[in-house]
Structures are given as C-alpha cells and as structure tokens.
C-alpha cells in the first residue's frame, strides 16, 4: 500500500512546500496538496501533513519531514507483519 501524504496549501509559510516537493520526488508515494484540510489551529501553529489520515505535526519543517519518514515505516513494518 503506497502512503498517502496530504498537504495543506495554508501551512507551507512553515516551509512545508520544501517537504512535499522531496516527497514528491519518490514515486512510491501518492503526495497530495489541498486548499484546506480543515485542520486551522494546527496549520496556524506548526509544520503539518496528513498520513494515511494522521495528523503528523512538528517544530520544523525538517522535523516534519523525519517525522513522516517513520510514519511511513512504521507502516511499511506493520504491514510487513501481516504478510509474513
């Protein structure tokens, strides 16, 4: 299953556009950008991003990006589990 990573246009004044155009950049990732994910306090306050539905939010922008990398494996060691 290839994570689904959503972005909102209103948060990327903390730099998160730098985030989604890396990710962007791995095609085993479905990186999506909207208008609004309807999240207006966390978006106010700190870099964020929806995987697979979860809210992953940090200090910074580089935080964020790493934060989405272990999401993103921690996922991948889950469903690793169900197909052994």
Excluded: W
């Excluded at 791995?26 to 994910?37: A, K, Q, R, T």
């Excluded at 200090?59 to 690793?80: F, R, V, W």
């Amino acid at each position: 299953m290839r994570p689904i990573i959503e972005f909102c246009t209103n948060n990327m004044h903390h730099g998160t556009n730098r985030v989604m155009e890396a990710l962007e950049s791995n095609p085993d990732y479905d990186v999506i950008e909207y208008g609004c994910l309807g999240n207006c306090g966390e978006c106010f306050s700190n870099p964020y991003a929806l995987v697979n539905g979860e809210i992953i939010s940090a200090q910074t922008a580089d935080e964020l990006h790493n934060h989405i990398m272990a999401k993103i494996k921690e996922i991948e060691d889950l469903l690793k589990l169900f197909d052994d």
